[in-house]
């Protein structure tokens, strides 16, 4: 997430109430089913499907989409400032 967010930041966080509390823009912490570890990164869509609401992510500096439609279950955490 460099240059929002560097190894020298300090994050303030809260536990969204997802999905209401999770928009578009918004910087979240989650649960990725292709990686191991929490992964924070950018939402770039959100939608609907069968399986109810998914948020599709980004990393700011990544050419293209985190893989798989993350779901609420998986968000742990939504950025609200960045303390550097």
């Known amino acids: 997430m460099l240059p929002y967010i560097n190894k020298d930041s ?17 910087i979240v912490s989650y649960e990725s089913e292709y990686a191991d570890g929490i992964i924070i990164h950018r939402v770039v869509h959100k939608d609907t ?14 050419p293209s989409n985190d893989p798989g439609k993350i779901r609420c279950e998986q968000i742990q955490r ?7």
């Not at 300090?10 to 918004?26: F, M, R, S």
């Not at 069968?50 to 990544?62: A, H, P, V």
């Open 10 to 26: 300090h994050a303030l966080q809260i536990e969204p109430i997802c999905p209401t509390e999770v928009n578009v823009g918004d």
């Open 49 to 62: 499907d069968e399986q109810g609401t998914y948020f599709i992510l980004r990393g700011d500096n990544n």
């Open 78 to 84: 939504k950025l609200i400032a960045i303390i550097y």
